[in-house]
């Protein structure tokens, strides 16, 4: 039985022009009678895909009408009903992020890739780090730090020197950007279960913020608790073969 699809696109040019194509050919679908999402643009229009109400419902296939696409498939305007049929399913969970600022605001909000701290100023964070309420480093001096996913994992963890996570490894990824002290941390790797507290110290003269997949901002923050959201489920289906597990291992052979 042919599944029902719901077309969703970015409003890049490429993107439009797909939709209007795919449209025409397979009609469209009301999110709340589809059986699938096909998402058209680039990684960044994916996050926003599974960040939607409908895609924590419902799976996500989706065609790279962006730049680099590494959570998307490649385009082609025939064969998707058998391409959807075909495709395989990776389960991924999210993380939850808790900023308090210094007036005691509190912020949540979900991150697929990654939470990260930034100094928002020109000197140099100043963190605490705990891990499951217990202290493990008592300053981290450095422009900021992040918690990712295996699915974020070859994102902004990468670029700043974070190792490449396999998809059904249960572990989260802790990455300093620019590390000042201690001079030797290299980041840790943490059991997907684990609590991270990030306190900023000195927040006054160091002010900080708190971002989720950079959707969620949050200035001049006390605190950020982050931790895995098992409850929570997105469903990306990729081709067979070019999933994000061998995605995941082929970034690092590059």
């Not at 959707?215 to 931790?227: G, N």
């Not at 409850?231 to 995605?247: A, N, Q, S």
């Amino acid at each position: 039985m042919r599944q029902k699809i719901r077309f969703t696109a970015s409003r890049a040019p490429a993107a439009l022009e797909a939709l209007a194509v795919l449209t025409a050919r397979h009609g469209q679908t009301e999110a709340r009678r589809a059986d699938v999402i096909v998402a058209l643009g680039g990684d960044g229009f994916m996050l926003e895909t599974l960040h939607s109400p409908a895609g924590r419902d419902l799976p996500v296939y989706g065609m790279n009408c962006g730049t680099i696409g590494f959570m998307m498939n490649a385009y082609a305007e025939d064969g998707l009903p058998e391409r959807l049929v075909a495709a395989e399913e990776t389960l991924i969970n999210p993380l939850s992020m808790r900023a308090e600022t210094v007036k005691g605001r509190v912020t949540k909000a979900l991150a697929i890739n990654e939470v990260s701290v930034l100094r928002q100023g020109p000197q140099a964070a100043k963190l605490r780090v705990l891990i499951d309420g217990r202290e493990r480093l008592e300053e981290l001096v450095c422009d900021g730090a992040l918690v990712a996913t295996p699915a974020g994992s070859t994102a902004y963890n990468y670029s700043a020197h974070g190792p490449i996570l396999p998809i059904g490894s249960n572990v989260l990824a802790l990455t300093a950007m620019a590390p000042f002290r201690p001079r030797r941390w290299r980041g840790a790797v943490l059991p997907k279960s684990a609590t991270v507290r990030l306190e900023v110290l000195e927040p006054q003269k160091r002010p900080v913020m708190a971002d989720a997949d950079s959707r969620s901002s949050v200035r001049d923050v006390a605190f950020v608790e982050v931790h895995s959201v098992p409850d929570v489920t997105h469903r990306l289906l990729f081709d067979p073969g070019h999933g994000l597990e061998e995605r995941l291992i082929g970034e690092q052979f590059i």
